[in-house]
Every structure is written in structure tokens, then in C-alpha cells.
DNA sequence: TAGATTGTTAATCGATTAACAATC
DNA sequence: TAGATTGTTAATCGATTAACAATC
């Protein structure tokens, strides 16, 4: 049923429909039309149909969306159903704050190891999980095959510490370091967060209102 | 110069250039062509001439960019050579990491307060930055005249908060709560950074991937 | 001057929106 | 059945890429 060629702006929408949708369940919703969820999320209902079809017709004519068919069937489509071990990169501030601060289970991940190449941070734990030096990842990997990890690190040993992740069986990254994993290693999957580019883009859209403000 | 509808794409792409800049401007790169830099980035030299020519021409035919001056035009353009202060309400994890992971002066910011609800966390602080409490917003505000806040609090009570610093002059949010600002106050200036929802994306992606292998 | 590379216009491609037949 | 709303095709819009004349 699903279409080939699903372009990254549609996926990108999904994470936003399954929010909604999960608001609207906890209000007791049960059924959704495109016009009355376009309203809700500011967009075209035309939009929501086309995104929607690409992985399957999921409404009823005349009726609309159920809502929490819909939003199970977009938690299969993003993955969130099955569950795949994480491991974390770095235990400085960054690192502490995501562990802390992200409910993984929620997203189909097991928060599963915490690394850092400090031994001073070593044995430390965050919420109850052990932060381990980053020798120790060879074991940890064969023990407990973890597919994704989280890059809480500063550009410098990005690189080495990727491709070794990646001999480990570690291919997908959502990396917060300023390093372009794609760039060594073409065939990653990656996850880029640029908070600081985030923080940019802000700077000039506040400028420019400021702007014609004067 | 500066063209009137310059898309958001485009400004998107711009803190990036300004970091590959920062990079060669680092290697001691004094000159660059458009193909190279294309290269470098991996996108086309038509699209890196479209982008800059939205701004002006900043370029030299037959020679190319010069990498500190180009930089600098595109720091200006996205307003990083004027300091505004910047406050962050909510000092639990995300808060503090913030604080203590962003350079804020690097981007034009001076973080000059953090604010909680609790009144627990009153009077500690965060990078020699003294936590308040919110009751303490107005006081400050007045003196201090901030105009970007950073959310990292919980959706519950961030409309009331959004609607008392609009009162107070702040008008632009870096927003990592999952509250929908835009939806209450359409002519705020926001920039949303859904963390969850790139996680999402990110388990797409590698599902995706994985179902391949299979 | 000749060579290189920009700035800019034109062509292509992809994403969004509109329209409507299918159908519950 | 009549009304509503989807799924899907067609039209529009915008963004990216290609081409090339301008010019350093």
C-alpha cells in the first residue's frame, strides 16, 4: 500500500500528527475529519489527505479519522511499535540533559548504556543508569547489540568514534555534535540536531520583525 | 539589495554556511569558489549563488568569495553582530543544559537570567547565574528589557507564561516546549525545537532501513 | 587578453493546493 | 437515499537546477 518515494516534508509532518492526535485522544475524540484537523494544526486538509495516502488509505468516506487507528497506524509507520536499544555518547551537560529530559520508551527506544571518555566521569550514573568509559563499548555492543546512538560530543573525536560504533553494528546516529557523519560515512542514517542553527534562524526572523518595527 | 520574500529555505541554509565558513576561515581559506564550497557541503553551486543572491552580490566574477568577508555578511544578516538578552524560563534539565551547552555570546545573545516556578530552585544558579523566581519576571524585565526567552518548560502552564512575557516586551521564543505558540499568539516570533519529533523521524528513517536489509 | 566564476534568467522538478468522482 | 468526506487526479505554486551572458 505504501507509496515508493515518500519525500522527507511528508515524514517530517507524521511526529506532528501523531502529537495531535495523542492530544485529541486525551481529550476523548474519537473520530477526526481532514477540515476539522487542518483547522487544529494550521494547515490545508488537502495536505493531511495526500500525506496520509501515502501509506494507506486509513479514513471512511463520509466519516473521516478514527483517531486512535490513525495515530497507532502512524506509531507502526515511524517505528515507535518496536523497541531497539539506544546508547548515549558523551556525559557532559548535553548528554545528561537528553537522558534525563527525553522518555525514550516513549519512541520505541530502550535507553540501554551512557558513555564518556573521561574516566572522571566514569561510575557516575544518570537516572540510575551507570556512565561507562568509552573502552568499554566493544563489550557493551557485543553483549547488548544496540542500533542507534545519541552524539553528545564536541566535533573533535566524532569521527573515530563513529566509524567504531558503526564496526559495532551502530548505524543510525542522532547526533547534537557539529560533526557531518554523512560526509565520512555516506550510508549512515542520521538524525542531525543543530541547536545552534536553530537558534540562528531565530535571530534573524526576531531582526527582521525588529526591522519593520523601526 | 536584499530581495523581499527570501524563503524560509533559504534562511535555513544559511547558519550552515556561516559554519563551513567559520571552518575554513579556521584552515587559514582566504578565497573559495562557489563549486568548491558546493562540494564541500554537498549541495549544487547554483543554489549556494541563488541563496547568497538573495542578500546581494557578495562575490567576484572570475576570482570567487573571500571566506571572512562572505561570513561576515551572513553573521550580519542573520543579526549576530547586534547583542540582544536573552532569559530562559524553566530550570529543570533542559534548562540547565542550555545554559551551560549554548554559547549564546557567539550568536548575538546575552543570556542575563533564569527564571523558575519553583521556588525550591530560587536562588541557585546555573553558570554563575543566579535562578529566580517567575513572580520576579516583571521586575526584571523592566530593568533588564530582554527580548527573546527560551522555553524549557512543560506545555501546562507555557501559555500563561508566553502571554505575561509578551506583556513585558519579550516577543521572541526559542521553544522547546511542546506548546503551540503560534496557535494563541499568530504574530509572535518563534522558532519550535521538537526534539522528540526528530527522534521520531530519525526511527523512521532506520526502520526504513532496516526493512531494506531484511 | 584569456580564463574563470559570478549574477541572473530560463527550464525543470517537486511539493502543495484545488477539484471532484468514489463511496461510506 | 442524501449528505459528508475520503482518496486521487489535475492544476498551481515554489524551489532547485541548468545555462549563459556579464565581468572581473
Given amino acids: 500500500m505504501q507509496k515508493d518515494n515518500i519525500s522527507k516534508s511528508v515524514i517530517r509532518r507524521l511526529p506532528r500528527y501523531y502529537r495531535f492526535l495523542g492530544g485529541l485522544l486525551k481529550q476523548g ?11 487544529m494544526m494550521r494547515l490545508t486538509a488537502s495536505q493531511i489527505r495526500q500525506d496520509l495516502n501515502c501509506f494507506g488509505g486509513f479514513g471512511q468516506q463520509g ?11 502512524i506509531a507502526k509507520i515511524l517505528g515507535l511499535d518496536v523497541t531497539e536499544k539506544v546508547i548515549i555518547i558523551g556525559a557532559g551537560n548535553l548528554g545528561r540533559a537528553i537522558t534525563m529530559h527525553i522518555d ?8 540501554s548504556g551512557i558513555f564518556d571518555s573521561n574516566a572522571a566521569k566514569e561510575n557516575g550514573d544518570i537516572s540510575g543508569i551507570t556512565v561507562m568509559h568509552t573502552d568499554r563499548l566493544a563489550d557493551f555492543c557485543s553483549a547488548n547489540s544496540p542500533t542507534m ?5 564536541p566535533r573533535a573525536g566524532a569521527k573515530e568514534i563513529v566509524e ?14 557539529h560533526y557531518d557523519i554523512l560526509f565520512d ?13 536553530s537558534l540562528m534562524t531565530l535571530s534573524y526572523a526576531a531582526k527582521r520583525s525588529s526591522d519593520d518595527t523601526e
Same sequence: chains 1, 2.
Fill in 63 to 73: 466519516y473521516g479519522y478514527n483517531v486512535a487507528e490513525l495515530r497507532g497506524e
Fill in 149 to 153: 546512538a545519541v552524539l553528545c560530543i
Fill in 185 to 197: 560515512f555516506p550510508d549512515a542514517i542520521v538524525e542531525n540536531v543543530h541547536l545552534t542553527d
Fill in 164 to 177: 567504531k560504533l558503526r564496526e559495532l553494528g551502530v548505524n543510525a546516529f542522532w547526533n547534537f555534535s
Fill in 29 to 39: 475524540i474519537t473520530k477526526i475529519s481532514s477540515r476539522e484537523l487542518s483547522e
Fill in 104 to 111: 525514550f520508551a516513549k519512541y520505541g527506544y530502550e535507553l
